[in-house]
């Protein structure tokens, strides 16, 4: 037999936060020794963050992150630790893994294929390493390997897949497993996304049965840098299952997951498969080192985690709930600030802010208990001194509902109620007066009388833009950060008012659309995340249509008559700028999708789409910062980026009217 304990961890880091990345690196290691841990595998640029963007450009990051790796040397002995950390050969900058055995590096691991699509730009910055290569690097006095290395350790062998190099074609892993590699390490920094948990359950399980060994992920959790989510979610596989499986979206700092596997009984089973061909000629950049491999009992088991959660038949719905609220969690405490005020009208988008704000607070005393998140967020005076849920929320969480002439008793008493169910403390005001001062001065101005009839957008904008002055003032007078509550919908189409509602130094729902964000209230209305339930009050919400109210009630306003109906606003937008589809080829998949809509409302759906979505990019462009959540986003800044300036689509559009149509079904 010859047992050896794997651990994954995870950690929830801070771009350029040396201490703190360092200390939870260190609480990691010292837990995984406790739990009889032989080989830790930590995730990737743990050291310095993953989002530290073009400050990975300034030399004192590299010196900075050398630093700290010595620093923690003493706290690898015993242990084989994989530490990332960006590392600079001939000019040129590296993503690596340091491994570290018993207190002494022995060798610096460079990712082969960099992350460079979507939210990810690692070739702004980095150099991929080639297949094969190995150099050498100085560690003060000292000639450490780098690049392309397999390791024999104590009899063990190991190599990497770092992140990227697990989700393309031709993995580094099967490379190295024919070398003789027992066990593949990847230490990742993997983006939250909907539906990618299967993806990565599939490259990880799919590695460790193809490969015929051992697979160890780990990866980084929370609001790194202000707009990705990592969720977590360590594996271990061997054999093609999964053996060990830690936690997602959790409030932790650090958390860790360990297997024994008995590495003897390991290579058997890959030495009786028939498909298994060895690399005979040794690879180039094998690193040997000396070690003993401890028995592998553990002493202190790693903390056992509820992950029923993961298999409700509302998973979307519980992943965007726990992602947005651990984001604003981290985002609360990172950026040091007292709390959020959100503008609270009364309608779904701002509701939907405001409970994902009151769900933080819960979900941070479920993971943390009281005492845990009043230690996190010890830099709020008040929080301690609240003392249970509700006053802590009514602490972090300020609502206004400012009302104008347009506005109605619905939403008024709608946003009183929601701001109740929550806890949060909640204010009213009359902005009637700054709306009509604002009017008048301009009206004079410009020697002419505004009316509804030649001056609508500027008339319903006022308003919008006259609550903007009282919400920051209490963001300011409370310390807080203003939330902005436009949707997905809204900014495809730029049905938002920029520094209306739109005005706020962080986006929460910016990347959902409108019609989701209606189903996931309903569902928080009647049922809930598992552990807290629902919040019946979002009754008096979501029986309302959508309205911004901008307009005379007389004129009984609503936004699907504004634009077009939610559903096919929605579809337009993913055949359009996901599958990048012209006007003329999109018409026909309407037709069968909404078969009930006349073809004229289709087609003037699709040329009011293009129409407003060329002409409000400067919008996107404005956008206070944004969680990202799935891989189809709006974002100009981490994930489709359009010209502010173009043609519009009216050649397009022109083919499109001029086009067949297609008969029916």
């Not at 022995?106 to 699509?117: M, R, S």
């Not at 993913?574 to 999708?593: E, F, G, T, V, Y």
Request: contains cysteine; proline residues 6%.
């Amino acid at each position: 037999m010859m047992p050896v304990t794997f651990c994954a961890a995870i950690l929830n880091q801070t771009p350029l936060d040396w201490q703190g990345n360092q200390a939870r690196i260190v609480a990691a290691l010292r837990a995984a020794r406790a739990a009889g841990a032989g080989l830790v595998c930590l995730p990737e640029l743990c050291i310095t963050g993953y989002g530290c963007e073009d400050a990975f450009q300034g030399h004192d990051v590299v010196v900075q992150a050398e630093r700290v790796l010595v620093e923690l040397l003493p706290e690898t002995q015993g242990l084989v630790v994989c530490i990332g950390l960006p590392r600079l050969h001939l000019r040129a900058l590296f993503n690596t893994v340091a491994v570290v055995v018993d207190g002494r590096v022995v060798g610096f691991v460079a990712k082969q294929n960099l992350a460079g699509d979507g939210i990810h730009y690692e070739p702004r910055w980095f150099k991929p390493w080639e297949e094969g290569v190995v150099a050498t690097s100085a560690l003060g006095d000292v000639e450490v390997p780098l690049g392309d290395l397999l390791f024999e350790v104590g009899g063990l062998r190991f190599g990497f897949e770092i992140c990227e190099d697990a989700w393309v074609a031709e993995r580094p892993g099967a490379r190295l497993v024919a070398h003789g590699a027992d066990v593949i390490l990847n230490p990742s920094a993997s983006h939250f996304a909907f539906g990618k948990l299967g993806i990565r359950h599939r490259f990880v399980t799919e590695g460790s049965r193809a490969f015929g060994c051992v697979y160890v992920y780990a990866n980084l959790l929370g609001n790194e840098a202000g707009r990705a989510i990592y969720d977590g979610g360590a594996l271990i596989a061997s054999g093609g299952h999964i053996i060990a499986q830690g936690p997602r979206l959790r409030f932790d700092e650090w958390d860790i997951i360990t297997a024994t596997v008995d590495m003897a009984a390991a290579r058997l089973a890959q030495a009786r498969s028939a498909s298994f061909r060895p690399n005979l000629i040794e690879h180039p950049g094998l690193v040997r080192a000396a070690h003993v491999w401890s028995p592998g009992t553990a002493a202190t088991p790693p903390r056992a985690h509820d992950l029923a959660w993961e298999s409700s038949t509302c998973l979307k719905e519980e992943e965007f709930t726990r992602a947005v609220t651990l984001a604003l969690f981290d985002y609360l405490r990172k950026a040091y600030a007292q709390g959020y005020v959100v503008s609270l009208s009364g309608g779904c988008d701002s509701a939907a802010v405001v409970s994902l704000a009151g769900l933080m607070v819960r979900r941070a005393v479920q993971d943390l208990g009281l005492e845990g998140l009043c230690t996190r967020l010890a830099h709020i005076p008040g929080v301690r001194a609240a003392g249970d849920v509700r006053a802590i929320t009514a602490c972090l969480l300020t609502t206004l509902y400012q009302g104008s002439a347009n506005s109605s008793q619905g939403t008024r008493a709608a946003a009183r109620s929601v701001a109740e169910a929550v806890g949060a403390s909640h204010h009213e005001l009359d902005v009637g007066g700054f709306v009509r001062g604002y009017t008048e001065a301009v009206e004079l101005a410009l020697g002419r009388v505004a009316t509804w009839e030649h001056d609508d957008i500027a008339l319903q904008n006022i308003q919008a833009r006259a609550r903007a002055p009282g919400a920051w003032m209490v963001a300011n007078l409370e310390n807080k950060l203003l939330l902005a509550t436009s949707n997905r919908s809204e900014a495809a189409l730029g049905y938002a008012t920029m520094d209306g509602d739109t005005c706020g130094g962080l986006s929460p729902i910016a990347g959902i659309d409108k019609a989701y964000l209606r189903r996931w209230l309903t569902w928080l209305e009647l049922r809930g995340p598992l552990g807290i339930g629902p919040i019946p009050a979002l009754s008096c919400v979501t029986s309302q249509a959508s309205t911004p109210e901008l307009r005379p009630q007389s004129a009984g306003q609503q936004s699907e008559d504004d634009l077009m109906p939610f559903a096919v606003l929605d579809r337009i937008e993913r055949l359009a700028i996901r599958d990048k589809l012209p006007p003329k080829d999109i018409l026909p998949q309407l037709i069968s999708d909404f078969p009930e809509q006349p073809l004229a409302s289709l087609q003037a759906w699709i040329q009011r789409f293009f129409t407003l979505w060329c002409r409000n990019q400067w919008k996107r462009e404005r956008l206070a910062p944004a969680f990202h959540l799935d891989d189809e986003n709006l974002d100009p800044k981490t994930w489709c980026r359009f010209p502010i300036l173009s043609g519009g689509f009216r050649r397009e559009l022109e083919e499109m009217l001029a086009a067949p149509v297609p008969p029916p079904g």
